[in-house]
């Protein structure tokens, strides 16, 4: 019998046949006419999208690995040992990311393609042609957020204009505008049910739209649309009593629980793993049956956000284990995202990369609800305390002797709560540097734990010399500061 999620990978996959040779590699030889005339043609068109960025070199390996070595808690090793030193980019991270922002752009212009060609298709209902709109939208949308925190100001490149090669960079302000446009368009059209894991919901695109409002410091609208997706009750976190317990939320087998809300899905077939697994796993445990590359590590004594952490506390006690790999007994890895059974090859686990969960959305809100109130709130306490009693075993929705309580806390102290609590939480997740570079205290933390300045150029990564080179309205003057 072929395990369920296989199913549902392939089922997704299916129409692509040969997304890669057609949408991705030559897209130019399909007559418009001819293709984008049937739901699956237009399921074909979409799931090229997710297969441009899907890929070890993006989201698959590069991006997380990246993001990961970039944090307070964890040291990067190897070629990605640079990072934990944050002057910047050396050359071979900087090749890495030159091949993430072209990864998204191929993402973004087979995302304009389903925009531009749907609505002429001839066989299609006009709610195929919306529903296939708003996907590729939220898609769109999804990448330029994700590029315009990594790089700042970028060019915009829409269904109009997807043909030019000399395109100016917009300013962040416009990029977000644009991202906006993209998600209200997709909120409205999107269905409420995922036709299948890893499809976005009208759900989903609230839930970036909050995150968008967030990272904007527009804080009521960011409050307001997390409390949508919360009131929805269409998500709930998954109860766990031990630490193993995190398997049913992070696993290899998953296929999706109540509180994913958008995840990339992976599979263990060959080019179709998620690589970040075997980057992080170390060869001698069997966490990635294909061995292993501890591309990054920790220590339990040193570094203060471990040290401190409660290890009563079911995420550490998941997410990490000690293993001296030379430098000395304290050391520790990550063990988030294992899968002992992979199948052959570097990319061969099936674990998802979890795009956003429902704890992002609680935690969300209790940071944007107590910025708009000017104190911490009860409900946002108690959407903090939902995270914090399921981190120790306890029903997240039953009040515990672990609560934090509301007494103790000022803005300001419940403010850094809600980001310690992040931090534990999205673990390995891409989120940290992000959250520490939104707050603008990345000198202060890294100080504190790294005892290490960060260049000015650590903040935006490089745009890619091949853009210098081919698009005459960006020039070498534009590139982000100290490349």
């Not at 070629?79 to 990864?103: C, K």
């Not at 976190?237 to 958008?262: N, R, S, W, Y």
Request: glycine share 6%; aromatic share 12%; with cysteine.
């Amino acid at each position: 019998m072929i395990p369920m999620k296989k199913i549902l990978i392939i089922l997704m996959c299916t129409a692509l046949i040969s997304c890669e040779e057609v949408l991705l590699e030559k897209p130019k030889s399909i007559a418009v006419e001819t293709f984008y005339n049937t739901p699956d043609e237009i399921e074909a068109a979409l799931g090229a999208i997710y297969s441009a960025i899907s890929p070890d070199v993006c989201m698959g390996g590069r991006y997380p690995a990246i993001h990961n070595c970039m944090v307070d808690y964890a040291y990067g090793r190897a070629g990605h040992a640079p990072l934990s030193e944050f002057q910047g980019l050396d050359p071979t991270n900087a090749n890495r990311v030159y091949i993430i922002w072209e990864r998204f752009y191929i993402g973004i212009r087979n995302a304009n393609l389903v925009i531009k060609n749907a609505p002429e298709g001839e066989n299609l209902t006009e709610e195929v042609i919306s529903k296939a709109v708003g996907e590729a939208k939220f898609m769109r949308a999804l990448i330029y957020f994700t590029m315009v925190r990594n790089w700042g100001a970028i060019p915009i490149r829409t269904e109009n204009n997807m043909n030019e090669l000399d395109v100016a960079r917009s300013s962040i302000e416009e990029v977000y505008q644009f991202i906006e446009q993209d998600l209200l368009y997709a909120e409205e059209y999107l269905p409420n049910e995922a036709s299948l894991p890893g499809k976005p919901t009208k759900w989903a695109a609230k839930t970036v739209l909050a995150d968008v409002y967030f990272y904007q410091a527009k804080y009521s609208d960011a409050r307001n649309k997390a409390l949508e997706v919360i009131n929805s009750n269409n998500y709930s976190l998954v109860k766990v009593e031990v630490a193993d317990d995190f398997m049913k939320i992070f696993g290899p087998e998953v296929v999706t629980t109540p509180e994913e809300i958008f995840y990339l899905k992976y599979s263990r077939e060959s080019n179709m793993g998620y690589t970040y697994v075997r980057f992080v796993a170390h060869p001698g445990t069997g966490f990635h049956a294909d061995g292993g590359n501890y591309i990054m590590y920790s220590d339990k004594v040193s570094n203060p956000v471990i040290s401190t952490w409660d290890k009563n506390d079911l995420r550490y006690l998941y997410g990490w284990y000690d293993w001296n790999i030379g430098f000395g007994a304290n050391t520790i890895l990550s063990k988030k995202f294992i899968d002992p059974n992979a199948s052959a090859g570097y990319n061969g686990a099936g674990n998802d990369y979890p795009w956003y969960r429902y704890t992002d959305v609680l935690l969300l809100y209790a940071e944007a609800d107590c910025q708009v109130a000017g104190s911490p709130t009860a409900d946002a306490m108690e959407k903090l305390n939902m995270i914090h009693r399921r981190a120790y075993g306890k029903d997240p929705l039953s009040p515990s002797e672990i609560d934090f309580q509301l007494s103790d806390y000022t803005k300001s102290s419940f403010l850094d709560l809600v980001l310690k609590e992040r931090g534990y939480e999205t673990q390995m997740e891409s989120k940290r540097w992000l959250d520490l570079k939104r707050l603008g205290i990345v000198q202060e933390v890294i100080q504190a734990t790294h005892g290490k300045e960060v260049a000015e150029k650590m903040l935006l990564w490089p745009i890619p010399p091949s853009e210098l080179e081919y698009n005459k309205l960006i020039t070498p003057s534009d590139q982000n500061p100290g490349y």
